[in-house]
């Protein structure tokens, strides 16, 4: 765009001037009064200063330039834009805002002009590259995860080799499983008590998450003993956390404590040294809450080099929301995550590119509010066939990640079982069973 500034002893004057050098495509943005003519500041007289731009709209005029009417005709919003923008502009000081604002059209301009030469590099991408990619979306994959899939397509398989669409798509669906780690637990599972703290943003689900352990545990479902279990519950804000666990704690027969330091919790868990299993209930923060989170972590610090602490995240959150929450939890040291509300969405590529993002391992699955039924150990081949759109092959994932026959916690895949619990169950959903 061309502009130009003219001076004159009086309006009429810098218009003609105007006129005379640029012709009718000459717009006039703004006029003030200004000193002009004049030696060293003396002898100046009043005048008149216009500024304004060359309308680049008439490529058949002699002084306006051919390239600018090219680009124009390439770009045909790119007029009303402007127009707009000037419509906006009062006085002189509008200048710099129009400057800006046409700057910043171009570089939109630009970038549109960028993602097409993007597009139409995946235009020539193997109509099955497109599909993958397609598929990869549709699930909720970052874009990095995708970029990643798509230039390992281009580069791993021959054209002769990408037709054969259901093929391609088994290799894909593997790239993903293989990008999934699962918690295999540590040796502080070993250790008694086993101390398993989660902690995880407000609302994900962490009580109901612990009320679900403690129950499955506490009667011994999916084939292990009757374990001693307690709960506690970390309130430092009296905010009342203690109520809903200890209603838990109280149809499971499971002992609950609430503490608000990190001498109680010290203590509480010295007390609880016969139990089999502490579970360890924190109180959401908002992640952006950096001092409370910093308390949060010193008061779980008590609960001692050998405890766990597992990350609930709720499979709802953006992709690049999650990989924020993961970067801010990161000082509780938490060795796995724990993926919730698996049942409100069916495109999880957002939490597994986020756990590929971080290196961190998934270790159990929440998929109701039914408490206990309603929670599953991670396993790879559950989170594969969550997926939309891919064809699985259950047999084949099960053997490639080892978990032919593994025994899930409870949930949707369990065929409905002889085994009914016999210990208290506070389901409000029965239509699921024990595994
Ligand atoms: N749909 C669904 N809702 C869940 C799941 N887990 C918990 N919730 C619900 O999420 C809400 C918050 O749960 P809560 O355990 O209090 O979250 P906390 O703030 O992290 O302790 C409650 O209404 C729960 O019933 C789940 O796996 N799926
Ligand atoms: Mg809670």
Redesign the pocket.
Known sequence: MQYFTEQAGSHREALEAVRAKYGDSAQILSHKTVRVGGFLGLFAREGVEVTGYIRPDRPGDARSTGDQGARLAKAPDFEEEKRKILAQAKADQALQQVLAEIKGIKERLDDSGYSQARAASEAEDHETIRRIDALLSLNDFSESFRREAVSRLRGDFSLEALGDVEEIESAALEWVGDSIKVWKGSAAEAARPRVLALV?P????????IAKLAAIHAVGIGGGKPQSVRMITIDNYRIGARQ?IETYGGIMGVPVSCVETADDLRKTIAMYSDADLVLV?TV?KSPRDAVRLAEMQRVLSACGPGAEIHL?LSATTKASDMVQIMRQFEPFDYKAVVI?????TNRIGNAISALAERGKPVSYV????SVPQ?IERARVTRLLMNLEGFRVDRPRLEARYGEEGEESLGGRDAAPSSRAPRGPSISRDNREDWS
């Open positions: 995880g407000t609302g994900v689900g962490k009580t109901t998450t809903q209930d959401g609930a919730t509300k698996l049942d409100e929440t998929n109701g509010q309603n």
